[in-house]
């Protein structure tokens, strides 16, 4: 969380969107910004709120990913629900060789009205409009926020999923080039900075919004 929020705050000195997959050393479990501590939770998992929004996600066996977003890019100047669409057509189209593995048949996105829950709910049980669905169930969802730097959506996908097959859907959806690209210096001391006095605090874990 700490390395999304610092990829944000640093998004226009890098000019061009990123996309970062990553996995988790152990069981865990995010939740959103405007929820509350999922307390019966804490004996099983390692817990962190996340800088963005939505309800409880269970991190271990899925695909977890982010892309950071310019505030001078395209991407930025769509509403909000329009930008989700956009980056979930592309994670569906990663998903789509999913298909032949799984009976819910083509992933698609959910097209019913967003939903109105609050409180502390699992993402995964909620489906909402533009999530990847297939067969009924929901395949990825995911959360954005904009700031001044930009845009940060936070995903995760219910299959294994490479960085490179990930990528694959969003240059095939979004006509995208992609190139890797490593830490600088001044990023990751950012990370390690929010992470020691943002993200591993309990003011920051435990607080009520």
């Known amino acids: ?8 705050r640093t998004a226009a000195q890098r000019v061009r969107p990123l996309l970062r997959v990553y996995s988790w ?7 959103g910004y405007f929820q509350k501590f999922p307390a019966h939770l804490a004996d099983r998992y390692e817990i962190v709120r996340r800088p963005t ?6 991190h271990g066996e899925d695909t977890t990913y982010t892309v950071v977003v310019p505030p001078d890019h395209p991407l930025c100047a769509m ?5 989700y669409c956009a980056l979930h057509k592309a ?8 298909a032949g593995k799984r009976s819910g048949g083509r992933p698609t996105l959910q ?10 709910y699992e993402c995964f049980q909620n489906p909402v409009h533009g999530d990847v669905v297939a067969g009924g169930c929901k395949l990825a969802g995911g959360a954005q926020r904009r700031t001044k730097w930009g845009m940060l959506h936070q995903g995760s996908i219910a299959a294994r999923l490479s960085a490179d097959q990930l990528s694959e859907g969003f240059c095939r959806e979004l006509s995208v080039a992609f190139a890797r690209y490593e830490l600088t210096d001044a990023e990751q001391q950012l990370a390690e900075k ?15 919004r």
């Open 25 to 31: 050393e152990k069981p865990s479990v995010s939740f």
């Open 194 to 208: 929010l992470t020691r006095e943002k993200y591993s605090t309990d003011g920051w874990n435990y607080r009520v």
């Open 91 to 98: 994670v569906a189209a990663a998903c789509e060789r999913l």
């Open 1 to 8: 969380m700490a390395l999304d929020e610092a990829l944000l």
């Open 53 to 58: 929004g939505g309800g409880v996600v269970y």
């Open 111 to 120: 097209t019913t009205p967003p939903s109105s829950l609050r409180g502390s």
């Open 79 to 83: 509403r909000t629900a329009d930008a």
